[in-house]
């Protein structure tokens, strides 16, 4: 129905033996899910935000080129006021891809690239 609450959360929830996060690592399966995350986010976005806007966290899921490439489009065009990457792995890529971002989208007030989060929540 277009509904969401204050944002979105993409997360991977999973400890070592030692109690340590562990971060997904990417596999090129994933991309059709990350597509459908990008083309939910831009429809979304062009039918149902009215003046709403949203904030999109991913924690502890690896995000290469590859996913940020399929990201970017949709997070320079959607209402999105915050975006959170947490234990992404590539905080290189990330920060690039937060810096076109940022340039693009008007709506966004806010970017945090985190090591670790452990105890944040939307």
């Not at 995350?37 to 935000?49: I, V």
């Amino acid at each position: 129905m277009g509904t969401v609450s204050e944002g979105i959360e993409i997360k991977f929830c999973l400890n070592d033996e030692d109690g340590n996060r562990i971060r997904a690592h990417h596999d090129e399966l994933l991309l059709p899910y990350w597509k459908e995350c990008a083309a939910a986010l831009r429809h979304w976005s062009e039918y149902y935000a009215d003046e709403s806007s949203i904030k999109v966290f991913i924690r502890f899921i690896e995000t290469p080129n590859a996913v940020l490439d399929v990201q970017r489009p949709a997070f320079e065009q959607s209402r999105i006021k915050v975006i959170l990457f947490c234990g992404s792995g590539h905080p290189g890529d990330t920060a690039d891809f937060a810096r076109k971002v940022l340039q693009m989208n008007h709506f966004l007030t806010e970017i945090a690239l985190l090591r670790s989060c452990s105890l944040m929540r939307i």
